[in-house]
């Protein structure tokens, strides 16, 4: 099964209205990762946190990282229409080598 | 950096006949990553190297799949033979500490 599952599925707002996607993971990680990927696209990196960091900006971006839940956010703030994508999170586990596992992804609709 | 590089952008193949997809790190990127998504089945890590050296293929689904990293510039995932049900976007990663960098994809119909 899936190390990391994000939810929801898919989430539908209006533009300026924050977006708030959650993912859950099952092992201990080294980090969590979050992406976007737009239709036909590949998957673009949008922030990395590491399993000893609670919460990182990135412009209207924040994630947190909560290891005792194994769960993590992403919040995107102000939303735009341009930000209507999939929304991945991936884990990189800390039993050694490099495998990253992703979930399945939240689809995000900005409606302008 | 033009990024991670893959070839062909989109391939169309009869069912039996061998394809190859193509892919060029970004250099300075010591692993490289080939996933497949579907809508079915979402992003599927298929094989990994780590300086040039295929770490976990555990992901490969059959024998007809195959990759190599004959340098740190290059990297080709196998299909032979190619059927319908191989249909589906492969993506072409790799990565440094901060990340993977995403190829493109190249969406391959079997018919």
């Known amino acids: 099964s899936q190390q990391g599952e994000e939810d929801p599925q898919a989430l539908s707002i209006q533009e300026g209205e924050n977006a708030t996607m959650n993912c859950s993971y099952k092992?201990?990680?080294?980090?969590l990762q979050w992406y976007r990927q737009n239709s036909g696209r590949g998957l673009v990196h949008l922030i990395l946190i590491r399993s000893n960091e609670r919460e990182k900006h990135s412009g209207r971006l924040r994630v947190t990282l909560d290891t005792s839940k194994k769960s993590s956010s992403l919040l995107i703030t102000a939303s735009r229409a341009a930000d209507t994508a999939s929304y991945f999170c991936a884990t990189d586990g800390n039993t050694g080598g490099f495998k990253t596992i992703f979930g399945a992804g939240t689809r995000l609709f900005v409606k302008a | 950096d033009a990024g991670v590089i893959q070839s062909p952008r989109h391939e169309v193949t009869e069912m039996g006949q061998e394809v190859t997809l193509r892919c060029k790190p970004i250099?300075?990127?010591?692993?490289l990553f080939w996933y497949r998504q579907t809508m079915m089945r979402g992003l599927e890590l298929l094989i990994y190297?780590?300086?040039?050296?295929?770490?976990?293929d555990s992901g490969m689904p059959e024998d007809r799949f195959s990759a190599k990293m004959p340098n740190a510039s290059f990297s080709t995932l196998k299909i032979q033979p190619s059927e319908p049900r191989d249909s589906a976007v492969y993506f072409c990663?790799?990565?440094?500490?901060?990340?993977?960098?995403f190829g493109s994809g190249t969406r391959l119909t079997v018919v």
């Open positions: 092992t201990s990680i080294n980090n």
């Open positions: 190297f780590n300086n040039n050296v295929p770490i976990d």
């Open positions: 990663a790799s990565s440094s500490d901060y990340g993977y960098t």
């Open positions: 250099s300075g990127h010591n692993s």
